[in-house]
């Protein structure tokens, strides 16, 4: 296994990667544009821990290449050696993997680079930016970070947004996709100066599209001097 990858798996081999098969056990559209896999681990949540946010990289075929995509693991149960993934369905290899994925159905995975620090002190508010393809780390987070208020910018459709929150203590704010993200951005902006200044020791987290991200998480860091202990950003998808 591993071999095929380019120059991304001979990069995480050099940093200890490990690698395991996962199999497919049970397949479920749970809308038109989301499907949901549960796969038997192949002795991964025994090897490495489970944490929030946790999350690991599947590796496809198209056109002669290697492709790797990362997805965040849903109700891990290292009892039982399953965990499920969640796939926001659109034009590409992991997509196409997904829909035709069924029982039986084999795929390589990769667990590198994946930790998570819980915020000290324990956040007073979390702020959360995501979207359909960060949803399961999402959940993931409110559930960890669950006693305390959250506010979540949302670009897109809420359909199964989110399995985690609570309507007293978390505050979900759509936001149409427009302009490749801008629109995202004009919001955060406007509204997040204020719920930064309504509390003590807030922890904000991003998962957009890389640009979205990175565009954020610098206005986050130099403009309303979050301390990097308290900003996560991960690009978790690239804009055509």
Not at 46 to 53: D, F, Q, R
Not at 55 to 68: C, I, K, N, S
Not at 73 to 79: K, N, Q, R, S, T
Not at 116 to 133: E, K, M, N, T, Y
Request: with cysteine.
């Amino acid at each position: 296994m591993g071999q095929g990858r380019g120059w991304e798996g001979a990069v995480l081999k050099l940093l200890r990667a490990k690698d395991f098969v996962l199999t497919v056990t049970e397949a479920e559209d749970v809308t038109a544009d989301y499907r949901r896999l549960l796969l038997s681990d192949g002795g991964l949540l025994a090897a490495t821990g489970v944490h929030p946010t946790m999350w690991v990289r599947l590796w496809f075929t198209a056109d002669g290449r290697p492709h790797q995509r990362a997805y965040t693991l849903v109700d891990p149960d290292p009892a039982a050696g399953t965990f499920a993934l969640e796939f926001a369905l659109h034009e590409g290899v992991a997509s196409d993997w997904a829909r035709a994925a069924r029982p039986g159905d084999t795929i390589e995975a990769t667990v590198q680079g994946t930790g998570f620090q819980r915020p000290d002190p324990a956040p007073s508010h979390l702020v959360a930016i995501g979207d359909p393809a960060s949803l399961p780390a999402v959940n993931s987070l409110l559930g960890a970070l669950g006693s305390a208020p959250a506010t979540l910018w949302f670009e897109g459709g809420l359909d199964g947004l989110p399995s985690h929150a609570d309507p007293h203590r978390h505050e979900i704010r759509e936001v149409p996709r427009r302009d490749a993200g801008a629109h995202l951005v004009e919001r955060v902006r406007a509204e997040l100066p204020a719920v930064l200044a309504a509390t003590p020791d807030p922890y904000v987290w991003i998962a957009c599209d890389t640009a979205t991200t990175r565009t954020l998480a610098s206005y986050v860091r130099r403009e309303l001097g979050v301390p990097k202990q308290r900003l996560h950003a991960l690009g978790y998808w690239r804009a055509d």
